[in-house]
């Protein structure tokens, strides 16, 4: 196989483009340096686009090198053919490699391993070369029997050819081919009911749903069911169908072995062929599944991760409770911690009056701009309590119910003692809180990406595809941002291309001995951070009045050559970029011609192009450039909606079968994958993400089942 060709056509780039990006990422280069900065070398491929051809190269070196040991096996047993090489070479899957190693695998005690050692091969050969005419099979048989091997008799030698026979057939891989193919495209799974207790797979008691149209959070629930004892599943396909493609392929008509061996197909089929297809088609449903709850987990958590920060706000933060009171913490625009205390105004103490008063009171000591309140235990008392509150301050403040998914994770390790080794659990988790709004990412990536609540199933997919698939988001966020390398801390610089946990900590250990970096070249002095790492991590580390304005800006230190010939190419400065950016190069660079300019600057277009922009906006967040989170200054109650009712909410969860939407009544309202559009969609994610703001009807409110029925059909948004 040609893999390189075979990812040129898979994914659309260029041969010389997939070939680059081969080299590059054999030379140990990391995914966000290469999509950032070998723009010329990869066809400006991002980095998922990256990730995927990453991720499909592992695959196709791991399915060339098991059929390097797939012939060398078959070779050492002397079985080699032309013909089994060809077909080795032709195959596309490790499964179609498997299915041609079949039969020579080395298998434990069989039925069929036992009737060859009793000398019954030769017997299954004839029987199956159809050549026996108007015998008694019998007859035939009582010339194998062998009372030494263990045959007794022409019906036990018949047996064992049969059970021979069986194996044969269950191993050829052309049986499987076309069984394979007629499950994923006539099979039905189905799902029983295990037990006659009620349960929330109630829905999957007696279900039914074709293989090839089954979605992938239907079969993840379906397993999990099953898991947990409440379901009994199974793969069903025709039968008669099944065995007329097994006998075209094995049986011949008109002989006296033809019954016979029909016979043996067919035990063949139920004994050994379907259990091991119905092990394998679910196997291979429940990988698809795990893929796409793992992309929809990285789909969700990108857009969370990227929130726009509320820069220089001071926060206070609710962390609900009940009986042991809510936690607060006033956090400064600069993450710093300025008080922290308890209120109780939730059952059962309800000291609403006091609790009124201390909160404001904070609100006008501290000058509170906004409210961040966790979504736990008791939020929804604790939002009317706020907003309740609010309304009485002559400072205008607003609120926001952040996910505090992770934040007991965060205050209970060893990085929550480490950051606040005074403050206890509740106390880590309020500050959190607060932070979570102030800035998302910065905040977010201190807690392993599982645990901060999005997607669906991620308990049931493997957990270390699931981490490494949410670590390369978390890699890519972090990166496309930037971080400021004097005040970033160890969490958010780990995942900085070229950066590990240990080189994060050695660089926050040297800014503590020899305080603020003072350029981006003094980095080489760090321990552990040698000329490849610092070619990674460099340019995605910003640092604001520094000696060169372009150690703020995403220009790596190997174009600032090019950037300083961009400069006085058309009378910048860099003291230009220090105080205002040079406004309106962009514009000129066009007059002039990008292509022209990029020639005499020595560097490829897409890198100009990059380069203009970061001196157009140096040190820019690019989330400023997203829409801010929505804030409430009022709450209502889930009794207050009424059908037809036009609200405004906030995207919380993207799942398989629709968006969940806080519509700011505490209870979460679905807009079913059906109500989303007029168009149709396959999966939600193609019109909406995590975070965004949308407009949204009310269909139908079932408050027993806490349950809100939304749409966004009809609705201007």
């Not at 007794?152 to 050819?161: C, D, K, V």
């Amino acid at each position: 196989m040609d893999i390189l060709k075979t990812l040129s056509t898979e994914f659309s780039v260029s041969d010389m483009h997939v070939k680059n990006i081969v080299e590059l990422i054999d030379d140990g280069n990391t995914i966000p340096f290469i999509a950032r900065y070998r723009k010329e070398m990869t066809g400006s491929c991002d980095d998922q686009k990256l990730r995927e051809i990453n991720d499909r190269l592992t695959y196709l070196r791991n399915l060339e090198k098991r059929k390097e040991e797939v012939l060398s096996s078959i070779e050492e047993q002397g079985k080699l053919t032309d013909e089994i090489s060809a077909a080795v070479a032709s195959a596309v899957t490790l499964a179609e490699v498997e299915d041609i190693y079949r039969p020579y695998k080395q298998k434990r005690k069989t039925r069929a391993s036992v009737a060859k050692e009793k000398g019954l091969e030769p017997l299954a050969d004839l029987l199956l070369s159809f050549t026996l005419k108007g015998v008694d099979l019998k007859e035939v048989a009582t010339e194998y029997i062998d009372s030494e091997k263990g045959v007794e008799t022409p019906e036990e030698a018949l047996q064992g050819a049969s059970d021979i026979i069986a194996e044969r057939i269950s191993d050829s891989p052309d049986v499987r081919r076309v069984l394979k193919d007629l499950i994923a495209k006539r099979g039905v799974i189905k799902s029983l009911a295990k037990t006659e207790e009620d349960s929330v797979y109630s829905m999957y008691y007696e279900y039914s749903e074709p293989v090839a149209k089954i979605p992938s959070h239907r079969i993840l629930a379906i397993n999990r069911g099953e898991k947990e004892g409440f379901l009994k599943v199974s793969v069903e396909v025709e039968e008669e169908t099944s065995l007329m493609l097994i006998n075209q392929l094995f049986i011949k008509e008109g002989s006296s072995s033809t019954d016979f061996c029909k016979a043996s197909a067919e035990d063949s089929y139920n004994r050994l062929i379907l259990p091991s297809l119905e092990r394998e088609t679910r196997a291979n449903l429940t990988e698809k599944a795990d893929e796409q709850a793992i992309k929809m987990f990285g789909s969700n958590l990108k857009p969370l991760l990227m929130q726009p920060p509320i820069k220089n706000k001071t926060v206070l933060a609710v962390d609900p409770a009940y009986r042991t009171g809510c936690k607060l913490a006033v956090v400064d625009g600069n993450s710093r911690v300025l008080f922290t205390g308890v209120i109780y105004p939730t059952p059962p103490q309800t000291k609403i009056e006091e609790s009124e008063k201390r909160v404001l009171e904070l609100i006008n000591k501290y000058k509170i701009d906004c409210i961040s309140i966790g979504n736990g235990t008791a939020s929804k008392e604790s939002e009317i309590f706020i907003a309740d509150t609010i309304k009485k301050s002559s400072r205008p403040v607003s609120y926001m119910v952040v996910n505090e998914a992770g934040a007991s994770v965060y205050s209970a390790s060893k990085l929550g003692a480490e950051e606040f080794p005074d403050f206890d659990v509740s106390v880590r988790s309020a500050v959190s809180i607060a932070r979570r709004l102030q800035d998302p990412l910065s905040e977010l990536v201190k807690i392993e990406p599982k645990s901060i609540g999005v997607g669906q199933y991620q308990h049931d997919v493997p957990l270390a595809r699931l981490e490494e698939s949410l670590s390369g988001v978390v890699e890519d966020c972090v990166n496309s941002v930037g971080v400021d390398l004097n005040t970033a801390s160890v969490s958010l610089l780990k995942y900085i291309a070229g950066i590990s946990s240990a080189t994060a900590k050695n660089i926050v250990n040297y800014r503590e001995e020899n305080g603020a970096f003072s350029g981006r070249t003094e980095l080489k002095k760090v321990k552990g951070l040698g000329p490849k790492a610092y070619q990674q991590c460099a340019g995605f580390l910003r640092i604001p009045n520094g000696k060169t304005p372009l150690d703020n800006t995403g220009v790596h230190p190997e174009s600032y050559d090019a950037a300083k010939k961009l400069l006085d190419l058309f009378g910048y400065s860099q003291k230009d970029v220090a105080s205002n950016g040079a406004s309106g190069i962009g514009g000129k660079v066009k007059e002039y011609g990008l292509s022209k300019a990029a020639e005499e600057c020595g560097v490829g277009t897409p890198t100009l192009t990059d380069v203009i922009g970061e001196l157009e906006k140096p040190g820019r967040d690019i989330r400023d450039d997203l829409p801010k989170p929505m804030l409430r200054s009022d709450i209502m109650d889930m009794n207050d909606l009424k059908e037809g009712m036009e609200l405004t909410g906030t995207v919380r969860n993207v799942i398989d079968f629709g968006v969940f939407v806080d519509i700011g009544v505490h209870q979460d309202g679905l807009v079913h994958i059906s109500q989303i559009c007029d168009k149709f969609i396959k999966h939600p994610s193609e019109v909406l993400k995590v975070g965004e703001v949308v407009k949204v009807k009310v269909l139908g409110v079932d408050a027993n089942k806490k349950r809100i029925s939304l749409t966004m059909k009809g609705v201007n948004q």
